[in-house]
């Protein structure tokens, strides 16, 4: 509240208690289904099952077991692990010197042209990119999913980084450039290290976005090199006859993201908004 | 060759810097380097598929070993000349986009005002509304898909505790869009709600203050001072939800398939079906290249809200 006149006392602690409940409920709508997620993991498939649902229950690690055991997670968690990273590697190559050229010199068409990246569908890659990856050997392998992927992490790690490099003081970069530094040693040592805290936006939600996509390797992927997404999914074609699995799977695939938003909330929360108000 | 401000003021490169011969060329067109990347990147894996779709519109073909037939504008005659799978998919994607973007841009602005005062536990309660946005959308929507189960799941016992008539969600084709669309608002209005609280947090306090000097209710101060200042960082919210809304799969593929029979079944998954499912590659390149400019006309309109009315 921005310094009111808050009215006598009694009000105040009402309005406030007020706020409070509003608060909380509004939270526990937003965070029920992730508690429900979790909650169901630890279930057998029959007390999933059970309606009403089943607040009170022995918790069981079985489904974890089963996932486990059942598919090789941990090639695949891999695969996940590889294609992010690969995707924010080379992202971030091609990305930072657009960004760069963009705020510095004033590139307007790549500008727009990173725009309509982000405004089409990705199906819309995935028709030509399928045809064509098949015909050059490209599917089912890490190269096609970090090419493809990369129309996730260019945009976004170009139009985060930006409004970082835009505001790099330009008499900084110009004070280098007498002292002899050449236009390449001055993106590097100068601007680079400055926008430090942004590229650290950029990244994590680069590598957030790629973890979470599904469409791409749904199509681009194989037996190889399916990342844990499409495996979550595949769960389903058992038929829902295993929920457990179906859950924990699920869990297991959300945990690491949920771990990296909490450690990094407060990049996290700026990456979102630059690309927003920018977008 | 266009010359970029700096290398008109700062004419012919003297001095270390410069260097002799291809270095010094590299540094006074150092600007079109640092872009080159990421163009060819763009010609290559953008631009080339957008090129290959249009051209591939014009043909009919299965993707396999036969060659593709000429077609020329059949493909596009198809599709507005009564594809009723096209009208249903316009008719749900219009529908679901249109209702959620509105449902989150109004709830995003309300929740961003509740949430724009001291309190305690602020940082908290702002990282866990985010969660929505960071989660795997498949993993999302296995739990929704059960949540919403007519005969187990927790919202149909919901329904039953508030004493609501009985409902089948995702399972009838009346409610599977407006259960659809709650998924949705639920997962990106905390997006709106973020980039509307960054717009307010800036807004200086003073303004308020005189406000209030001048007798206006907090309403009043709402509705005539903070909307049409943050209306920039609103119109830019509801834009990116649009874009994204419009290529929303994952959440429905997941979910629904577009079922039951086609009643949830937006362009994006109509494409795919077309493509992926059919195979009909040249029909799905045409249907692309519509939802394309669907997108873009929405865009437009979006563009032209942020500078009309005061």
């Given at each position: 509240?921005i310094?009111?006149?808050l ?5 105040r602690t ?10 909380i ?7 029920f ?10 279930k057998?498939?029959e007390?999933?099952l ?5 607040f009170?229950f ?10 486990v ?16 990273f690969?995707?924010l590697g080379?992202?971030?190559?091609l990305?930072?010197?657009?960004a760069?050229g963009?705020?510095r010199?004033?590139h307007r068409?790549?500008?727009l042209?990173?725009?309509?990246c ?17 015909s050059?050997?490209?599917l ?7 090419i ?9 790690i ?13 008499e ?6 007498i002292d002899?530094?050449?236009r ?5 040592r ?18 957030i ?8 390797p ?7 090199t399916k990342t844990?997404?499409?495996v979550?999914?595949s769960?389903?074609t ?16 959300t945990?690491?993201?949920?771990v990296?938003v ?5 990049q ?6 630059i690309?927003?108000v920018k977008? | 060759?266009?010359?970029?401000e ?8 003297e ?8 270095s010094r ?5 150092i600007?079109w380097?640092f ?10 894996v ?10 591939l519109?014009?043909?009919?073909w ?6 593709p037939?000429w077609?020329?504008?059949?493909n ?9 799978g096209f009208?249903?998919a316009?008719f ?16 995003g602005v309300g929740l ?10 602020k940082?908290?309660a ?13 993993a ?15 919202f ?6 508030l004493?609501?008539?009985?409902q089948?969600?995702l399972?009838?084709?009346t409610?599977?869009?407006p259960?659809?669309i709650?998924?949705d608002v ?5 997006l ?7 717009g ?7 303004i ?11 309403w ?10 943050v209306?920039?960082?609103i119109?830019?919210?509801a ?17 629904t398939q577009?079922?039951p029979?086609i009643a ?6 109509y494409v ?6 059919y195979?009909h590659?040249?029909y799905a ?10 997108i ?10 942020r500078g009309?009315r005061a």
């Amino acid at each position: 509240m921005i310094g009111k006149s808050l009215g006598p006392r009694p009000a105040r602690t009402a309005r406030r208690t007020l706020f409070y409940c509003a608060l909380i409920l509004v939270l526990i709508a937003f965070i029920f289904p992730f508690f429900w997620m979790a909650f169901n993991s630890f279930k057998t498939h029959e007390k999933i099952l059970e309606y009403p649902p089943a607040f009170a229950f022995s918790p069981t690690l079985s489904n974890f077991r089963n996932v486990v055991s059942q598919t090789s997670v941990v090639k695949y968690t891999w695969n996940s692990i590889l294609v992010a990273f690969g995707a924010l590697g080379v992202g971030m190559v091609l990305g930072l010197p657009a960004a760069y050229g963009i705020a510095r010199f004033r590139h307007r068409m790549l500008a727009l042209g990173i725009l309509v990246c982000r405004m089409i569908p990705g199906i819309s890659f995935l028709v030509p990119w399928f045809i064509v990856f098949r015909s050059l050997g490209l599917l089912d392998t890490y190269t096609g999913l970090v090419i493809a992927h990369l129309v996730i992490t260019v945009p976004l790690i170009t139009w985060i980084m930006i409004g970082f490099f835009e505001e790099v003081p330009v008499e900084l970069e110009e004070a280098a450039r007498i002292d002899g530094c050449s236009r390449a040693g001055v993106f590097l040592r100068i601007a680079l290290p400055l926008v430090r805290p942004g590229l650290v936006s950029a990244a994590i939600l680069a590598l957030i976005f790629t973890w979470n996509s599904f469409l791409l390797p749904l199509i681009l992927a194989g037996v190889k090199t399916k990342t844990l997404p499409v495996v979550v999914y595949s769960f389903i074609t058992f038929d829902y006859l295993d929920l457990g699995g179906i859950y924990a799977a699920s869990t297991l695939v959300t945990l690491p993201v949920i771990v990296m938003v909490l450690l990094v909330q407060r990049q996290f929360i700026r990456g979102l908004t630059i690309g927003g108000v920018k977008g | 060759m266009t010359w970029t401000e700096a290398e008109i003021r700062e004419g012919p490169k003297e001095g270390p810097a410069a260097g002799i011969g291809l270095s010094r060329w590299v540094d006074q067109h150092i600007s079109w380097f640092f872009i080159l990347p990421a163009v060819l990147f763009l010609t290559a894996v953008v631009a080339f598929p957008v090129v290959y779709t249009i051209g591939l519109s014009l043909f009919r073909w299965s993707g396999a070993a036969t060659p593709p037939t000429w077609v020329g504008p059949g493909n596009y005659a198809d599709i507005f000349a009564g594809d009723a799978g096209f009208q249903n998919a316009l008719f749900v994607t219009a529908y679901f986009t249109g209702v959620s973007v509105l449902i989150e841009v109004t709830l995003g602005v309300g929740l961003a005002q509740l949430l724009n005062r001291e309190f305690i536990g602020k940082g908290i309660a702002r990282t866990l509304l985010i969660l929505p946005v960071a989660g795997t959308p498949v993993a999302l929507a296995l739990v929704w898909r059960h949540m919403y189960n007519p005969s187990n799941g927790i919202f149909t016992w919901f329904a039953e505790i508030l004493h609501l008539p009985p409902q089948r969600w995702l399972a009838d084709a009346t409610t599977v869009i407006p259960s659809l669309i709650l998924f949705d608002v639920w997962q990106w209005t905390p997006l709106i709600m973020l980039i509307t609280l960054a717009g307010l947090v800036s807004l200086p306090s003073d303004i308020y203050e005189a406000a209030q000097i001048d007798g206006a209710s907090p309403w009043q101060a709402f509705w005539r001072i903070t909307l049409p200042l943050v209306r920039p960082a609103i119109v830019a919210a509801a834009m990116l939800r649009f874009m994204d809304s419009v290529k929303t799969f994952d959440q429905i593929y997941v979910t629904t398939q577009g079922g039951p029979g086609i009643a949830s079944q937006t362009l994006n998954l109509y494409v795919f079906d077309q493509a992926f499912q059919y195979l009909h590659f040249g029909y799905a390149s045409a249907l692309l290249i519509v939802l394309f400019f669907i997108i873009l006309a929405g865009n437009v309109v979006l563009v032209s809200l942020r500078g009309g009315r005061a």
